[in-house]
């Protein structure tokens, strides 16, 4: 039980952390968005073809590294992976609308130090800037863009803690928690880790259905 409820802390931030990165390291598009048609739409919010295309090919990549041979297009459908990442792509706009509308906002200073903190851009430890716009330009992407997208990622991370931190274990919770120490902690880590996930689910779910969302689910058939 206890390695199944590690497995899937392990993987939970999966698909939220592939669209992360589908924007990072890929330079930025060329689709004109005010004419394009979006994918989906969420409110205001709009997610194009290219963006999903991005986000799906870094799911693909991650799966294909899980599951080497095995995985094919086959394993794919079955895996319902189209409709799981653009799940996540909604699920990730709803949250960035929730966020902005109660005011929150990433610092500079916030975003410097997450920046300094990136183990790619470090050398000996130490946060080395010649690294990282070496990096930048190998990948053809300005430091504006880099910066806009982490300020991205730490505003949905800002927001989910702020969402789970409200949730902790009951006393009925702990009392169920039985063996050594070392197990017992371990227990309270993963109940309390997926008590707060399905608290943030939860939460998503609620601010969806207070916005207008379309689906244009032909263009990812």
Known sequence: MLRAMRKHAKFFYVL????ILSFIFWGVGTVDKSTAVPVAEIGKEKITLEEYGRAYDRAVDFYRDMY??????EMGKKLKLREKVLDSLIDERALMI?????GMTV????????????PGFTRNGVFDRDIYMRILQINRITPEYFENIKRYELMLLKIKRLIGEAFDLTDGEMRQITGDEQTARAFRQALLFDKRQKAVKAY???VKNQIKIKVNTYLIS
Do not use: H, P, Y
């Open 16 to 19: 939220f952390f592939i669209v």
């Open 68 to 73: 080497k041979e095995k995985f094919n297009d």
């Open 98 to 102: 929730a966020a902005r509308s109660i």
């Open 107 to 118: 610092s500079d200073e916030e975003l410097e130090e997450a920046i300094r903190n990136e």
């Open 204 to 206: 998503v779910e609620g």
